[in-house]
DNA sequence: CTGTTAGCGCCTTCAA
DNA sequence: TTGAAGGCGCTAACAG
């Protein structure tokens, strides 16, 4: 059943023409005559014939390929980046290469060279050695979810995030506020700080000493968080969590220990991923999906030299007010 | 700063020897005294030379990339399922390009040929004529999500786990159980069907006369789910739902309307989606990213022609109890 | 074991 | 407006 695709040759032929009027028709190239153009591109579509970007960018030096590097495709957020990345760079008909790398300590041994005319990291938290890996490379390379000067970023403000979340919190009637950041080992990681640094700079501006929990990431963080947290002096009225992964994980707990969200506690999360509307859980809004149309858009543009190989794109955030976070009980029952 | 990245010329010269060595080399050809492939290869890191797949892919008329088409990288499920893919083709040193097909409709407009080596159709639920389509293409094609004769295909054995999954709840005491299945207009996918299927063949066995609800697949259709369910005559002790998904939605509208689970109802999913562990839900386990892989090494193999191109692999499935679901109250009450 | 030669399918000159 | 010739970077035959 694979039989030999047809190839440009064939369709020369089908057409009466020669090779390189096909081409230029392909190419939407200008000087073809209207109705040989027609008649080429029936011949084509008879063949089925699609352009081998093999050999198209052998001469070009193009591939018309982007390579997505992510550290896994697991998590829902990745995915959701990716599917905006992909359909951006669709609109510039361009393919979307999707490398998973493990850690980052391997992304210079990556087949790119060669092999995708751009490479975007999602969220990998590099290095300025390890972007210096990925120049050798010898593309452009577009950096999601971190900003580094003279670099071409797409990133979400989110020290600015937190800093309205925290803010959304004190609104409430909320003092004793615990902070759930992640920590891996004694690393952390740039955006975890951004998010710290927001909401300690809130609460140091509402003279509030802050109450941070580092544990590592992912629900289990969030559980442990509030293992910590229930077997201290006093209980939080409010927990605000670096990322909805580590407030479901609160909120598991919680719930496991029969404290009620938010009667006894308020809780927040930051992300907007898909569950937190089914657990209704208050957020700060962040579409990955939007990081990644940005990203795609910018990087086809980045090709096409119509935007600086530096341009940075800071995406807002918003706040999703939803069912978990209340005033504290205290302020209601004085209140009412 | 983008220099011309080296070619293959450049790291001939290097080591001082000819183009067809450093072929050999690099392709881990036989024939190639040590010593002389140790230098070759060291000249090639040092140049940070990688072949282009481009120009060997010219010549071999194999490009060493495989394009997995997923209707979308949004939901959880598919980035999972690609996550496996990659992971599995890399081992092969075959690349993946990802692109989302919005609808069937145009699975055949894809630039896919001679761009790629095969194909990998993520839960697309492709009638045969959409496959005849992709056979075009002139590659090997390999399905996931559904079963079709002579073709490479890779399922889970949906009707077997809805069957097992009545059955635990048969087993617990539950009589009236409700089940909630996903119907887009007035079609149901295969996959949907199956899993249908199973549970209506349990139930028949128990003598049971279903109790089935169609609505839209997602969470949504779970809450409406509910709504219908609510406003019956007799509210069902138990919850079967197609999906996590719709597990999902009928968890909070449960949750919404007070009714406690599992104390009034239990819930199950299928699919074991990660915030099922965070929910407590009970589910099927299916394993989205071991089809992935599964999918992946058999398209290698196919490729390498060490497995027919129309094996099918089936993955099992299992029932993971959390505390979504327990003894209706009745029989607890009874039996205390 | 190593080097030479001839394309792979296409795009880009240049000439007609 | 069209066609012919050369070469992109690499591999696969062959010679040596």
């Known amino acids: 059943m694979p039989k030999r695709p047809s190839s440009m040759r064939d369709v020369a032929r089908r057409a009466g023409v020669s090779l ?15 109705e040989v153009r027609e ?30 590097v992510v550290p896994s495709l697991e998590p829902w957020f990745f995915g959701a980046v990716l599917s905006g990345v992909g359909e951006a760079l669709h609109r510039s008909d361009l393919d979307m290469l999707v490398y998973q790398v493990d850690v980052r300590d391997r992304a210079g041994s990556l087949p790119l060279p060669r092999n995708s005319d751009a490479v ?22 577009v950096l999601t979810g971190q900003r580094v000067p003279g670099r071409a970023c797409v990133f979400v ?63 289990e963080g969030g559980e442990l968080a509030v293992g910590e947290l229930l077997s201290g002096q006093t209980l939080p009225t409010a927990v605000l969590a670096e990322s909805d992964d580590m407030a479901l994980g609160v909120h598991r707990a919680l719930r496991r220990s029969g404290i009620a969200i938010p009667d006894a506690i308020s809780l927040m999360g930051f992300g907007n991923r898909d569950v937190t509307e089914v657990l209704d859980l208050t957020t700060v809004d962040q579409v990955p999906r939007d990081i990644g149309v940005e990203a795609g858009l910018l990087t086809a543009d980045i090709l096409e030299e119509t935007r600086p190989f530096d341009t940075h794109v800071e995406l807002p955030t918003q706040i999703i007010p939803r069912r978990s976070t209340a005033a504290p009980k205290e302020t209601r029952e004085s209140s009412s």
Not at 20 to 34: M, Q, W
Not at 157 to 171: E, I, K, S, V
Not at 195 to 209: D, K
């Open 20 to 34: 390189s009027t096909v081409s230029r028709v392909l190419r939407c190239a200008p000087g073809v005559a209207p």
């Open 120 to 141: 975007i990291t999602v969220a990998l938290d590099l290095a300025e050695e390890e972007c210096r890996l990925l120049d050798r490379v010898g593309v452009p390379l």
């Open 39 to 68: 008649r080429v591109r029936r011949s084509a579509d008879e063949l089925s014939y699609v352009v081998s970007r093999n050999a198209s960018g052998l001469v070009t030096g193009r591939t018309g390929r982007v390579a997505a």
């Open 157 to 219: 403000d989110n020290r600015a995030g937190t800093a309205a979340a925290t803010r959304h919190l004190l609104n409430l009637g909320h003092t004793r506020i615990a902070y759930i950041g992640s920590r891996t080992g004694s690393h952390i990681s740039r955006s975890s700080r951004d998010r710290l640094a927001g909401h300690e700079s809130v609460m140091g501006e509402a003279g509030i000493r802050p109450w941070t929990v580092l544990k590592p990431s992912g629900y």
